[in-house]
């Protein structure tokens, strides 16, 4: 499971609250999640995100409330891989769960800027920051994960025979 994309960068303690704000969630369209996506910590994120790009985080990524909605929000705004130095864990499980990539590298998230081009191999389990030439090492994805994200989340994968 390979990505590249540019790096949009948040700091700790994003919670859900902030990637997904409560006004919004009277809604299931993931369109409509997504055009609300971090709106209330960035202003500028949607109008600046383009599919493929890499969110990257600090501590505690995803602390709040257990909402689905918060991944949902992120994956359909076009981000296809979460580095962190750490996540909420029911934040990482949903984010399991609906399809979201989503990995924990402390070394990663502290070195990588806003705007590099980052590579992440989460089956080798690099990610090599294009901008500066550093890699990090980080967990590759185990199998049964990559099912999932491939397959486009838990249930989607289940109802395909994927898993």
Same mark, same amino acid.
């Given at each position: ?9 948040? @700091? %700790?303690?994003?919670?859900? *609250?902030? +990637? ?13 999640? &997504? /055009?609300?996506?971090? $709106?209330?910590? %960035?202003?500028?994120?949607? /109008? ?8 990257? !985080? ?5 602390? @709040?409330? /257990? ?14 891989? #979460?580095?962190?130095? /750490? =996540?909420?864990?029911? =934040? ?5 769960? +609906?399809?979201? !990539?989503?990995? $924990?590298?402390?070394?990663? &998230?502290? !070195?990588? !800027?806003?705007?590099?081009? #980052?590579?992440?191999?989460? %089956? ?16 590759? =994805?185990? *199998? =049964?994960?990559?099912?999932? #994200? &491939?397959? @486009?989340?838990? #249930? ?8």
């Amino acid at each position: 499971m390979k990505f590249q994309g540019t790096v949009i960068k948040y @700091g %700790d303690n994003v919670d859900t *609250d902030v +990637i997904i704000p409560a006004r919004y969630l009277n809604t299931t369209d993931k369109k409509e999640l &997504a /055009s609300h996506c971090m $709106e209330d910590i %960035d202003k500028t994120f949607i /109008s600046r995100v383009k599919a493929g790009d890499i969110m990257v !985080a600090g501590y505690n990524f995803g602390c @709040g409330s /257990s909402r689905e909605h918060a991944p949902i929000a992120i994956k359909e705004s076009g981000i296809a891989l #979460v580095i962190a130095k /750490s =996540f909420a864990r029911i =934040f990482y499980r949903n984010s399991i769960n +609906i399809g979201l !990539a989503i990995v $924990e590298c402390e070394e990663a &998230a502290e !070195a990588i !800027a806003e705007g590099h081009l #980052v590579e992440a191999d989460l %089956d080798a389990g690099v990610i090599y920051d294009k901008t500066t030439g550093e890699s990090f090492k980080t967990q590759p =994805f185990p *199998d =049964f994960i990559q099912k999932i #994200v &491939a397959g @486009g989340g838990l #249930v989607q994968s289940i109802k395909n025979g994927e898993i």
